[in-house]
């Protein structure tokens, strides 16, 4: 057994938990919209075509804002194409996923799903190929009062009233249709985002930071990018994927290190700009995309033909992807200060929380569970809980804490809840917490596999239990954390 120790102490406050922290993404991508939120012929499907059991497990995931509709599907997207009567909208070929793109759900729908599910939408415009002209009349279709040419073609006079607007998606890559350099991105950003102001001013907008902090132009995108919008942006996005690789568990166990080095540096980056350009303001981190993906698996996975909603990227998840999600929670979580959205990508189907069978049920994976506990027990302050426990060698990133944890307090009612994860693939770790508390129990994500899954035979193998070995000690509360484990901590 091996030791660890935390201290929960009020006066170590990060921020306020911000609920756009558990964001999630629909993108117009395999079967995440098409036999995922939405197929008029389940038998769940509610009189818009909604499937009622996907939308039952999105509130219970506690998603609070959904981006829509890419990621690498807006680059080419002609939002127009989704409105209006169904029969009359043509189908398109999406460039970005070798598919067909029959249009049956857009803009319209999406609101509506959003509003059945109590999400917030994020929209992203496409700066692939289009541009200022495209995006003001999107903006005006979405948020303007009726009177106008879109805004009176919306089906319900009420705006949708849009709040937070992504300006294009990872345009630094060479893969994304309309790839540009960093100052041409820039200055496009910053002329729609210019425009969509004088439209509607108080728009949160987010200019595209880095694909992942592997890019080559990782840093130099970032400052190029804020030169140019600092004054009309009020976030810049990270976008970052993990997955194992070369049987390297405990590298991939780990992958929370690249999240906190990937924040620290963006936020550096961007402060180091506003401190040369004199500006008061500060750059907010929206991390809009991050997960477990094995992208390795699916490089050869582009579609025969155009079909419809092919099955794409559906990764299958365990219990170490599971800890894996739940160390990227805490390491978004402990930026709370400066990550002010986050959306785990995607929602269903897709390298999602959620899976279903078109025409049969849905399920969630182990992934499902770190996110919705997080999302419904971190209530008030981010705690930075100073974590100390022994180092394991990890070939990526060298020695590493095998504990890592953080905690979120209610000032209303006291309660706090710790979130941590055992990193270490052999050794339980005993935890012990310094804390004034009378009461404490505990709920474990583990299993003697790490690779166990959940299955449609066997849907709730990984599931969070109850963990039994919690003791509350004077002015201590001890609890054993099982190998490649998520635990949550409630102390009253
Ligand atoms: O989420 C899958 C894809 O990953 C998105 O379309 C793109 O933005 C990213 O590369």
Redesign the pocket.
Known sequence: MIEGRIVIDPALRVGPVRRRTFGS?V?H?GRCVYTGIYEPEHPSADEDGFRGDVLALTRELGVTTVRYP????VSAYRWEDGIGPVAERPARPDPAWHSTEPNLFGVDEFMAWARKAGVEPMMAVNLGTRGVAEALDLLEYCNLPPGTHWASRRPVPEPYDVRIWCLG??MD?PWQIGHKTAREYGRLAAETARAMRMLDPDLELVACGS?SSTMPTFGAWEEVVLEETYDLVDHISC?AYYEEQDGDLDSFLASAVDMDHFIDTVVAKADEVGARLGARKRIQVSFD?WNVWYQSRWADATPDGWPVAPPL?EDDYHLADAVVVGGLLIALLRHTDRVAAACQ??LVNV?APIRTEPVGPARRQPTFHPFAQAARHAAGDVLDVQPESPRRETAKYGPVPVLDAVAARDPETGRTTVFAVNRSTTDPLDLTITVQTSAAEATTLADSDPYARNTAADPDRVTPRPNPDVVVDGDHVRVVLPPVSWNVIHLA
């Open positions: 993404f993108e991508l890419g990621g690498n599907f998606n990872e890559g694909s976008h995309e990227l990508a995607q390298i």
